[in-house]
C-alpha cells in the first residue's frame, strides 16, 4: 500500500485589532492624557512656586548679609556707575556708564562685582531667577547683545553693560531701598533720597522688601506711560506702594509740604491697582510691575488673581496675591522711609 501523505499542521490564525477596538483604545489613552496634563501642569507649576520662594529667600539672605557688613543699612536700588556728589553737586546726570543694580551689591557681597565678564552669563546668578519667568527674569536696562529680548535695545549703547544679574526676576521695595537722586534738584527732584537702615523699619515682619517682577519688560517700561512700542526695558528700577496726592508715580517728584503735618502722598488702595496690566496701558501705581506669576490666569471681576512670591524685611517669603499686600493690612511701609522728608503721609 501507498504511503499516505502526511497532513500539513494548521497554523492558527492570529487575530488582530479591529478598527473600533483601536479607536476604543486610542479613546481611553487620550482621555487618560486630559486627565492627568492638568495634574502635570499644576505639580510642575507648584514646583516652580517652591523654587521662585526659594530664590527669593536667598536674596533675602543675602540682603541680611549685606546689612550686617554695611553699618544695619540697606543698600541702593540702583545708582549710576560712576556717581559721585562734590559740593552738593552729584555725577553724571545721565547713565552714561549703565547702573548699578542692587543685586550686584549682594553678588558674593559685592566683592567681585567690578569684573565685567560676570555680567555676560547666567552661571552663579542663579538665586536671582524665577522658573515661572521666561529665560528666568528680566534682561538688564543695558546688557550684551545675545542677553537682549526680543525688540529690545539698551539704553546707552551696545558699549555699555549694567552691573546688574543678567536675568533677574525680582525688584526691591524703593519705600526701603532708594534710587540714585541724593541731590536735590538732581534730574528734577524735589525730595532728596536717603539710605534706610533696617532699625527703621517697623513691623519688619509686615513691611515687604522684595517681589517678583511681571514677566513681560514692556509693562515695566511702559508703566505710566503710553507707547506700547517702547525699545528700553526699566528692569533696574525699584517698586513702592504710594502715590503722589496729585497722581504722581515718581515720589522725588512730590513736592514737600511746607507746612507741617499737612499729607502729599498716600498709600496705594486695591482701586489704584489694574486688573490685568498691558503693554501701553497708564498706570496709577507702581505696583503694577508686581507680576502675577504663580496658578492658572483667571479673571475674576477683570482682575488677574494669580499670585505672587513677596520677601518680607525679616526675611520670610509668602505667596499670595497683590491686593492681599494692601488689604486689609498695608504691607509697602509704614512711611516712604527713603525719601526726606517722609512723614507727611496721608493718614
Known amino acids: 500500500m501507498g504511503q499516505r501523505p502526511k497532513r500539513m499542521k494548521r497554523i492558527p490564525r492570529q487575530r488582530g485589532f479591529t478598527l473600533v477596538e483601536l479607536l476604543v483604545v486610542i479613546g481611553i489613552i487620550a482621555l487618560l492624557i486630559s486627565i492627568l496634563l492638568p495634574a502635570l501642569s499644576r505639580a510642575r507649576e507648584s514646583a516652580n512656586t517652591i523654587k521662585c520662594a526659594s530664590n527669593l529667600r536667598s536674596v533675602g539672605q543675602g540682603m541680611a548679609q549685606y546689612v550686617a557688613e554695611n553699618k544695619g543699612t540697606f543698600p541702593a536700588a540702583y545708582i549710576y556707575n560712576g556717581m559721585q556728589i562734590n559740593a552738593g553737586v552729584e555725577t553724571p546726570d545721565a547713565a552714561i556708564n549703565g547702573y548699578i543694580h542692587w543685586s550686584s551689591f549682594l553678588y558674593r557681597s559685592g566683592r567681585m562685582r567690578g569684573d565685567p565678564s560676570l555680567y555676560q552669563t547666567t552661571s552663579g546668578w542663579e538665586m536671582f531667577q524665577c522658573p515661572s519667568i521666561s529665560n528666568g527674569g528680566l534682561p538688564p536696562t543695558n546688557t550684551v547683545p545675545q542677553n537682549l529680548d526680543g525688540g529690545q535695545v539698551n539704553d546707552n ?5 549694567d552691573q546688574q544679574s543678567p536675568r533677574c526676576a525680582y ?3 524703593e519705600a526701603i531701598c532708594p534710587r540714585n537722586k541724593f541731590v536735590i534738584g538732581f534730574q528734577g527732584a524735589l525730595r532728596r533720597y536717603q539710605f534706610v537702615r533696617a532699625g527703621q523699619i517697623r513691623s519688619s515682619a509686615n513691611t515687604i522688601l522684595a517681589a517678583e517682577w ?3 519688560w514692556h509693562i515695566v517700561a511702559d508703566a505710566g506711560r503710553s507707547d506700547p512700542n517702547t525699545t528700553v526695558c526699566k528692569s533696574h528700577r525699584p517698586i513702592h506702594g504710594f502715590v503722589g496726592l496729585t497722581g504722581e508715580l515718581n515720589m522725588e517728584l512730590v513736592a514737600a509740604d511746607p507746612f507741617a503735618g499737612r499729607p502729599t502722598y ?6 489704584d491697582l489694574a486688573g490685568d496690566p498691558q503693554p501701553g496701558q497708564a498706570s496709577n501705581s507702581r505696583l503694577d510691575w508686581v507680576g502675577r506669576n504663580h496658578g492658572k490666569k ?3 471681576n477683570g482682575f488677574d488673581e494669580r499670585k505672587s512670591d513677596f520677601l518680607y524685611v525679616d526675611g520670610h517669603v509668602e505667596t499670595k496675591g497683590i491686593k492681599e499686600t494692601v488689604f486689609p493690612k498695608f504691607e509697602w511701609g509704614e512711611r516712604f522711609y527713603s525719601l526726606s522728608p517722609n512723614g507727611d503721609l496721608a493718614p
Open 266 to 271: 498716600r498709600r496705594v488702595t486695591i482701586s
Open 171 to 173: 525688584t526691591v521695595n
Open 157 to 161: 549703547g551696545a558699549a555699555v553693560v
Open 298 to 300: 483667571v479673571l475674576k
Open 214 to 216: 511681571n514677566p513681560n
